[in-house]
């Protein structure tokens, strides 16, 4: 485990586009594939939460596709924690396409 100096220590030496994924990786609990799949429709800032409806998939020839939680329970909303809210809002604003 990460400690929260450590976590923030990493987001100051990737390029900026990636530290709202890595810190939302640490505080959140989702996985990479969860991450990874998420949406803009996905994130509100105003709630702060985040919703899960997608993971990446790995198909049996090796591919990788969007695709529904393993489980129903996989599907969920997640609360953000407000420290991330700036980051992520900026995330949104800068580098999201």
């Known amino acids: 485990m990460a400690t929260v100096a450590q ?3 990493l987001a100051d030496s990737v390029p900026r586009r990636f530290v709202a994924l890595i810190l939302m990786a640490a505080f ?5 594939r969860e991450l ?12 702060p939460t ?4 997608a993971t990446l ?4 020839d090796g591919s990788v596709t969007f695709g529904p939680p393993k489980t129903a329970a996989g599907t969920r909303t997640v609360t953000m ?4 809210v700036h980051e992520v809002s900026d995330h949104l604003a800068q580098d999201a396409e």
Not at 37 to 47: G, Y
Not at 50 to 53: D, G, N
Request: glycine fraction near 0%; charge should be positive; avoid cysteine.
């Open 7 to 9: 976590v923030y220590a």
């Open 28 to 32: 959140t609990s989702l996985r990479y």
């Open 36 to 47: 990874a799949a998420l949406r803009r429709k996905d994130v509100n800032v105003v709630r």
């Open 50 to 53: 985040v919703t899960v409806r």
């Open 57 to 60: 998939v790995e198909r049996q």
């Open 81 to 84: 924690p407000a420290a991330l």
